[in-house]
């Protein structure tokens, strides 16, 4: 009885098993800056010495200020202490708008390495943000011949994220390998406990039966198999 609960247990645990075994393998098949899209990436241009001027406030708490440059401007990046954002014209001090569709294909060209066209630009309200972007940011996508989605984010301008086909697939492969398909970071989801410890148990009533079964096959009458009624 105990051999046949064991067999059963290995059928059940074989499935999670092959895709931990298979996603693991993909994954670890590709380096892991390829995947982040680094050679996709290009890098921003030294920019003439200037003096930057102060950004107005608005009289609003500053956490961070922060010195960038977009598509060759160069911008203060402001994040307020209650979680708002803007940027503002490092040159001037001027807070800038919003970024339109218009802005956005040229900042996601000016940050984009590869040698695609600009396919689309769509705009995403942060409630509504793809799963591969991570984060509940207003964002403009901008997708290029080759699959790859740059996100822009739609206050500040700042780069977002770069996803290639390549990362995708890879995400996927993640999401099957800690059973999370729905948000892919959940490395304590139930499931995944609940079929590793099955995994544990398989493995030990193995081990328990193995010398039993060893034992059983030396008692048996020779030409009988061990567990079974008839003669070779």
Not at 8 to 31: E, I, K, Q
Not at 104 to 128: M, P
Not at 183 to 207: C, K, M, Q, W, Y
Request: net charge positive; aromatic share 8%; proline share 7%.
């Amino acid at each position: 009885m105990v051999m046949r609960w064991h067999v059963w247990l290995g059928w059940l645990v074989g499935v999670p098993l092959l895709l931990w075994t298979a996603s693991g393998l993909f994954m670890a098949s590709f380096p892991i800056d390829t995947v982040r899209g680094e050679h996709l990436k290009a890098e921003a241009p030294a920019l003439p010495g200037f003096r930057p001027v102060v950004p107005i406030l608005e009289g609003r708490p500053v956490q961070t200020l922060t010195l960038s440059q977009q598509a060759g401007t160069p911008v203060w990046l402001v994040d307020y202490a209650d979680g708002g954002k803007r940027r503002a014209d490092a040159r001037t001090g001027a807070l800038l708008p919003s970024v339109n569709a218009r802005e956005a294909a040229l900042l996601a060209r000016a940050a984009f390495a590869g040698k695609a066209e600009l396919a689309a630009v769509t705009r995403f309200a942060a409630e509504n943000a793809p799963l591969e972007l991570r984060r509940p940011r207003p964002s403009w996508q901008a997708r290029f011949a080759d699959d790859t989605h740059i996100y822009i984010d739609a206050e500040t301008g700042a780069v977002l994220a770069t996803r290639s086909a390549l990362w995708r697939a890879f995400d996927f492969m993640w999401g099957l390998h800690i059973m999370d398909l729905q948000t892919r970071e959940d490395t304590n989801h139930p499931i995944l406990i609940g079929f590793a410890a099955l995994a544990v148990i398989s493995i030990l009533i193995g081990i328990c039966l193995l010398p039993l079964r060893r034992a059983k096959g030396r008692s048996a009458p020779q030409g009988v198999r061990p567990g079974g009624n008839g003669q070779k």
